[in-house]
Structure formats: C-alpha cells, structure tokens
Nanobody, 123 residues
Framework: QVQLVESGGGLVQAGGSLRVSCAAS????????GGWFRQAPGKEREFVAG???????VYSDSVKGRFSIYRDNNKNTVALQMKNLKPEDTAIYYC?????????????????WGQGTQVTVSS
C-alpha cells in the first residue's frame, strides 16, 4: 500500500526558513515524479515544485529562487527547502507522486497524495 507522509511544517516569521519532507512507502520516488503542492484557506490547491525521475526540476513562478526541491534516493524522500518565506506562503503543503511522464505541475496527473503539513508564516 502506497503511503506518503509529510513532516516538518510549523510556524515561522516572515523572512525565515523551513524544510518540509515527504517519506514514501510502497513506491520508489526515484522512479516517479515527486511534487509539492499547497492550498491556502479559500483557495485552490496549486503547484509549488516538482522533480522528475531523471532529476528535472520545475518551480512555480511564485517560489522560484526561494524554494528548492530535493530527492534522497537512499531514504526514499522528497523534501522542500523554503527560504525567505512570506505570509502568502501560508498554506497546507502536500506531497504527491505520479508515474506518468509529462508536465510535473499538473495536479490531476498525480496518483498519490499525502495528508499535508501546515506551514504558517507570520508577518
């Protein structure tokens, strides 16, 4: 059974840093595309960052230059390092994985999802 479990969320002041991680069981991240999405209150879930099986990385424009996505094949995890956080980054952050190739930013293409971890950035 596939399971994605996020960890590392929390409360941080604007300008601070935070790292969220996603541990997978029942699948191998190195063979899939791993992605991070987020959903703020009253808003739709949106793409944040993705890394394909061959290591191609894409970011949304809103986080480019501030966030970095990493994959650890030994630990079977995908992490998101977030720097220079802004209040508008406040959201529940979800880890996801998909087997199909193609655009890593397409939410509907993802097969597996974690339960999410809350990130709150205070001003």
């Amino acid at each position: 059974q596939v399971q994605l479990v996020e960890s590392g969320g929390g409360l941080v002041q604007a300008g601070g840093s935070l790292r969220v991680s996603c541990a997978a069981s029942g699948l191998t991240f190195s063979s899939l595309t791993g992605g991070w999405f987020r959903q703020a209150p009253g808003k739709e879930r949106e793409f944040v960052a993705g890394i394909t099986s061959i290591g191609r990385i894409v970011y949304s424009d809103s986080v480019k230059g501030r966030f970095s996505i990493y994959r650890d094949n030994n630990k079977n995890t995908v992490a998101l390092q977030m720097k220079n956080l802004k209040p508008e980054d406040t959201a529940i952050y979800y880890c996801a994985a998909k087997a199909r190739s193609g655009d890593a930013s397409q939410l509907r293409a993802y097969d597996y999802w974690g339960q999410g971890t809350q990130v709150t950035v205070s001003s």
